[in-house]
């Protein structure tokens, strides 16, 4: 009996498969791409807006608006769909709220054109560059308040962002100093400041997106310390 099903069963898959091939048959021919680049919107080399200063006084002119044009433009010339651009808050750091222009003029304009030109955006928010400046980043309070109107923005556009530099502390972003003490504690304290920032961003940015922290040690330290399930989307650079 066993033989005889698997008989009738074979004999089933041949007409299925003669069926399938002579319903579906066609001949197609592939044209080879002669373009070394391959345009992955999630891959590849980046290249940062800040750049675009062009000579200018950089702490300036670094956070200029996006513009859709020049967006195509880079993506064409430097073959790239990865564009990296710091925030700079500094305007902000003593505890105001990031003015509604800031954020529909810098914020919302850059995630739609990014949207629009096939792009995805690195985002570095900061207080504090230039060295020639005092180097000033914001007390945890307007940190954390900051975040919270950031949020609903990137929220909206999460399929525009690619990843989040950790940002925000100290000169350049980097966590190397902080001049509100966001890093005492940084190895010691689950509880320190940075590692509160850390929580924050990442219940303010959509789960899919990913942390990048400046230093492996940190990123040893802090996986134990985040209490959110986003805890596997931080990593080190």
């Given at each position: ?5 698997m008989?009738y069963l074979g004999r089933?898959?041949l007409?299925?498969a003669w069926?399938t091939?002579?319903t579906?048959?066609?001949?197609i021919?592939?044209?080879e791409d002669?373009?070394p ?5 999630e891959r590849g080399?980046?290249y940062?807006?800040d750049a675009?200063?062009?000579g ?8 200029s608006?996006m ?6 433009a880079?993506k064409a ?12 808050l500094?305007d ?10 800031y954020?529909?003029t810098?914020?919302h304009n850059d995630l739609?054109v990014v ?5 995805k955006?690195?985002c570095v928010v900061i207080?504090?560059w ?6 000033e ?14 949020k609903p923005?990137w929220?909206?556009?999460a ?5 989040w530099f950790g940002?925000i ?10 001049s509100?003490?966001l890093?005492n504690?940084v190895?010691?304290?689950q509880?320190?400041?940075c590692w509160?920032i850390?929580?924050t961003l990442?219940a303010?940015i959509?789960p899919t997106?990913?942390?990048h922290?400046r230093?492996?040690g ?5 996986i ?14």
């Amino acid at each position: 009996m066993r033989f005889s099903n698997m008989t009738y069963l074979g004999r089933l898959l041949l007409i299925v498969a003669w069926a399938t091939s002579a319903t579906f048959a066609a001949t197609i021919t592939y044209t080879e791409d002669s373009d070394p680049y391959l345009m992955n919107p999630e891959r590849g080399w980046y290249y940062s807006w800040d750049a675009e200063a062009n000579g200018l006084d950089w702490f300036t002119n670094h956070d200029s608006p996006m513009t859709l044009a020049r967006l195509r433009a880079i993506k064409a010339g430097k073959k790239v769909t990865l564009i990296r651009k710091y925030y700079s808050l500094w305007d902000f750091r003593n505890g105001a709220d990031i003015s509604s222009d800031y954020l529909e003029t810098h914020i919302h304009n850059d995630l739609t054109v990014v949207e629009q030109a096939g792009m995805k955006l690195i985002c570095v928010v900061i207080y504090s560059w230039s060295e020639d400046l005092p180097i000033e980043d914001a007390s945890l309070a307007t940190v954390k308040k900051h975040l919270a109107q950031l949020k609903p923005y990137w929220r909206d556009h999460a399929g525009q962002i690619y990843a989040w530099f950790g940002g925000i502390i100290g000169n350049d972003g980097e966590w190397r100093t902080s001049s509100n003490g966001l890093l005492n504690g940084v190895t010691t304290n689950q509880n320190a400041p940075c590692w509160q920032i850390a929580d924050t961003l990442l219940a303010a940015i959509p789960p899919t997106c990913m942390v990048h922290l400046r230093f492996p040690g940190y990123t040893m330290f802090v996986i134990p310390c985040l209490q959110m399930p986003a805890r596997r989307t931080i990593r080190a650079i």
